[in-house]
């Protein structure tokens, strides 16, 4: 009798232990699948700011453009206004404007 319960004892040991080993193997794929995921999240966070990071270069591109543009333009008024105001006692000057 002794030696049957032994038996069964370490039987269900050794089903506890494979158990146990079976959830720890689940447990380390899991950890890894998080891994996998959190480095997956933290590449498209990256890309994201990338992207972001090039959309307010581009955006800063087009606003030095834009000022460049206007600034060449008060250039050309002013010039105009200039010679326009400068010389107009002369008809040739104010035909050339």
Do not use: D
Not at 1 to 21: E, G
Not at 34 to 40: A, G, P, T, Y
Not at 71 to 77: F, H, P
Request: hydrophobic fraction near 25%; glycine fraction near 2%; charge should be positive.
């Amino acid at each position: 009798m002794a030696a049957t319960y032994a038996v069964q004892v370490s039987k269900q040991q050794q089903l506890l232990q494979q158990k146990q080993q079976q959830q720890q193997q689940q447990q380390k794929q899991q950890q890894q699948l998080q891994q996998e995921q959190q480095q997956r999240l933290q590449q498209q966070q990256q890309q994201q700011q990338q992207q972001q990071q090039q959309c307010q270069q581009q955006q800063q591109q087009q606003q030095q453009q834009q000022m460049y543009l206007l600034k060449g333009n008060n250039i050309q008024l002013v010039f105009w206004v200039v010679t326009c105001s400068s010389s107009s006692s002369s008809s040739s000057s104010i035909f050339c404007c």
